[in-house]
C-alpha cells in the first residue's frame, strides 16, 4: 500500500479558489507521507502556480465538461487513474465523475463530500448534511478532513517560488529597487476599484515614498485599465503587467514591499506568497478572508450581510480611509 500514489481532484476554475484549497492539499500529503497527484482545470494554471511546492509531485488537467463531454472528461480521468497505481482518491468538491472514474479504476479509497449523486460512488463512511454546502469552500475542506480524521496544522494558503525557474523573465529577476503592486482588476466588474481611485492612492504613497515603481496586475483582457490609470496619472513610476506570464507575475508579487488591490487571485497569490496583502473589499463578504493573512479594507458603512453586487459601491471605500489603513500598517 506505500507504494501506491495519492490523488486530488479540485474541479473549480478560479485560481483563488484552488489557492485556498492548499492547507488541505497539504495536509493530505502530510497524512499519507506521500507527494500528491493533483487533477483540476487547465484555467488554474496550477502547472505554473505550484511549480515549486514540493509536496505535489504532478498537476493533471480535466476539462470537467457537461453533456456529452462529460463521459468523455470521465473517460479520460479513468484511462488516468487506472494507470497511475493510486491507492486513495480525494475529491475536494461535490462533483461525481472523478469518483465514477476511480471507482471504475479499481482505487479502493475514494472519499469525497458525499451529497447527491457523489455518496453512491465513495467509499467513505461519514458524509457532509445538506447545510454544510453553506459553509465557503475552506470550511468545506476543513469539515471533509476533519471526518476522515486528517489534521491540519497550517490553515493559512502558502505558495513558493524560485527565482531560479527558467520561465521567468531576467528583468523581473532583477529588480532590486523598492516596488509595490495593485491588482487593479478582477473576474468580476463589482469587485474593482476605479482607476482613479487608484492614481490618487498612489500619490499619497508616492509622498510618503513607499515605492519607485508601481506594477500594475491585471488580465490581458483589462489593458485598457492599466492604460487608464498611466494616462490618468501622466506620472512615470506605473508599468503595466496586462501582457506578464503567470510566473513573472508572481514574481513581482514576491518583490513587492506589499499588494494593493481588489478581491482576486493576485490578491490570494500576493498573500500566500508572503506579500503583506490589503484587500479592497465592498461587495464580498470579509469573513470568507479569514483563513488568509489579508487585510482587508472596507467602507465604513459596510455590512457584509448586504451586498449590491454594484461596481458603483466601491465608490464608498474612500482613498483616505484606503491610505490611512495602509500607512498604519506599514510606517
Known amino acids: 500500500m506505500e507504494n501506491k500514489n495519492i490523488c486530488i481532484v479540485y474541479s473549480h476554475t478560479k485560481v483563488g479558489d484552488l489557492i485556498w484549497q492548499l492547507p488541505y492539499i497539504k495536509a493530505i500529503s502530510l497524512y499519507h507521507k506521500k507527494n500528491i497527484v493533483l487533477i483540476t482545470r487547465k484555467e488554474t494554471r496550477a502547472k505554473i502556480i505550484f511549480k515549486d511546492l514540493d509536496y505535489?509531485?504532478?498537476?493533471k488537467y480535466n476539462q470537467f465538461r457537461k453533456n456529452i463531454n462529460y463521459w468523455i472528461d470521465t473517460f479520460k480521468l479513468f484511462k488516468f487513474l487506472k494507470s497511475g497505481y493510486f491507492s486513495h482518491l480525494y475529491v475536494l468538491d461535490k462533483i461525481s465523475r472523478p469518483a465514477i472514474a476511480a471507482k471504475f479504476a479499481g482505487i479502493k479509497n475514494?472519499?469525497?463530500?458525499g451529497l447527491g449523486n457523489q455518496k453512491k460512488w465513495l467509499t467513505c463512511k461519514n458524509f457532509f448534511n445538506e447545510e454544510d454546502w453553506n459553509l465557503t469552500y475552506s470550511d468545506q475542506s476543513q469539515k471533509l478532513l476533519l471526518l476522515n480524521n486528517?489534521?491540519?496544522k497550517n490553515i493559512f494558503p502558502e505558495l513558493k517560488i524560485n527565482f531560479e525557474r527558467d520561465d521567468i523573465d531576467i528583468n523581473i529577476k532583477k529588480i532590486d529597487n523598492k516596488i509595490i503592486s495593485f491588482g487593479i482588476d478582477s473576474s468580476e466588474e463589482f469587485r474593482m476599484w476605479y482607476e482613479e481611485?487608484?492614481?490618487e492612492l498612489a500619490n499619497v504613497l508616492f509622498?510618503?515614498?513607499?515605492?519607485e515603481k508601481i506594477y500594475l496586475i491585471c488580465s490581458k483582457r483589462n489593458d485598457h485599465m492599466a492604460s487608464k490609470i498611466i494616462s490618468l496619472s501622466k506620472k512615470k513610476y506605473f508599468i503595466n503587467c496586462s501582457k506578464y506570464d503567470l510566473a513573472n507575475i508572481m514574481g513581482i508579487l514576491k518583490k513587492s514591499s506589499f499588494f494593493v488591490g481588489n478581491n482576486s487571485g493576485p490578491m490570494n497569490m500576493a498573500a500566500a506568497l508572503g506579500t503583506k496583502s490589503f484587500g479592497l473589499i465592498c461587495n464580498d463578504p470579509v469573513s470568507e478572508l479569514k483563513y488568509s493573512n489579508i487585510l482587508a479594507i472596507t467602507p465604513d458603512n459596510y455590512d457584509e450581510n448586504i451586498l449590491n453586487r454594484d461596481r458603483n459601491d466601491m465608490k464608498n471605500l474612500t482613498v483616505e480611509k484606503v491610505s490611512n489603513f495602509i500607512l498604519e500598517r506599514i510606517e
Request: hydrophobic share 65%; glycine share 6%.
Open 56 to 59: 505535489i509531485e504532478v498537476v
Open 110 to 113: 475514494i472519499i469525497g463530500p
Open 150 to 152: 486528517i489534521s491540519v
Open 197 to 199: 481611485l487608484f492614481v
Open 207 to 211: 509622498e510618503k515614498n513607499l515605492f
